[in-house]
């Protein structure tokens, strides 16, 4: 148990120091992160809703840090290049990332293709029926996006990997809560790069 603790604190320190230098970003995951959050507990009573929450909240304000916020050039801090930084990240890269969010956002025109989604839904009759099916449909994306990712490092390297990259994505939200909740502070100093990160 010792060493799962220390590989899934190796992974998050790893996704931290290279991927979490901007406080915007930081303050966006501590929206993405409390949203989560209430997207976990609203999992039990309703799923469609909890996909909703989670996609359209979390996961846009998570990936908006990343994409627009972080930089993408030398790392002096970390002393690696962002093409180094990407080819040893364990889980979504910038580049997988860009294909799971086309997935996300596309994945709609099928409902409008097939309302039923093969049999698996009740065919949509109004806005708010559409929604709950992508909902649905959504839930099966991001449920599917952790399997698959899970499968390929076991492919890739073991599934001990998968295991320690599935918790951590799964604990992440709390984790980030505890980790940026001073962010928002930060940044209204005027701290745009977090000065803590060269310090460890």
Same mark, same amino acid.
């Given at each position: %148990?010792?060493?799962f603790a220390a590989a899934l604190r190796e992974q998050? #320190?790893?996704?931290?120091? @290279? @991927?979490?230098?901007?406080t915007i970003n930081q303050s966006l995951h501590l929206v993405s992160a409390i949203s989560f959050v209430v997207a976990y507990g609203l999992l039990f009573v309703d799923p469609a809703l909890a996909a909703l929450v989670a996609w359209l909240v979390s996961m846009v304000s998570r990936q908006a840090g990343h994409f627009f916020f972080e930089p993408?050039? @030398?790392d002096h801090i970390?002393?690696?290049t962002h093409e180094h930084k990407e080819d040893i990240k364990v889980g979504y890269n910038l580049q997988r990332k860009v294909v799971l969010m086309v997935i996300w956002a596309a994945s709609p025109l099928l409902l409008v293709w097939e309302p039923t989604l093969f049999g698996l839904l009740d065919a949509h009759t109004d806005l708010y029926s559409f929604a709950r099916n992508v909902g649905w449909m959504w839930l099966?994306?991001? !449920?599917?996006g952790l399997v698959f990712r899970v499968l390929q490092? #076991? %492919?890739?390297?073991?599934?001990y990997t998968? !295991?320690?990259w599935a918790t951590k994505i799964i604990t992440d939200p709390f984790h980030d809560i505890k980790l940026y909740h001073k962010a928002p502070?930060?940044?209204?100093?005027?701290e745009m790069m977090d000065p803590g990160l060269g310090k460890h």
């Amino acid at each position: %148990m010792t060493t799962f603790a220390a590989a899934l604190r190796e992974q998050r #320190w790893d996704d931290h120091r @290279y @991927y979490h230098h901007s406080t915007i970003n930081q303050s966006l995951h501590l929206v993405s992160a409390i949203s989560f959050v209430v997207a976990y507990g609203l999992l039990f009573v309703d799923p469609a809703l909890a996909a909703l929450v989670a996609w359209l909240v979390s996961m846009v304000s998570r990936q908006a840090g990343h994409f627009f916020f972080e930089p993408k050039g @030398y790392d002096h801090i970390n002393q690696a290049t962002h093409e180094h930084k990407e080819d040893i990240k364990v889980g979504y890269n910038l580049q997988r990332k860009v294909v799971l969010m086309v997935i996300w956002a596309a994945s709609p025109l099928l409902l409008v293709w097939e309302p039923t989604l093969f049999g698996l839904l009740d065919a949509h009759t109004d806005l708010y029926s559409f929604a709950r099916n992508v909902g649905w449909m959504w839930l099966a994306v991001g !449920v599917g996006g952790l399997v698959f990712r899970v499968l390929q490092l #076991w %492919m890739l390297k073991d599934l001990y990997t998968g !295991v320690v990259w599935a918790t951590k994505i799964i604990t992440d939200p709390f984790h980030d809560i505890k980790l940026y909740h001073k962010a928002p502070l930060a940044l209204l100093r005027g701290e745009m790069m977090d000065p803590g990160l060269g310090k460890h």
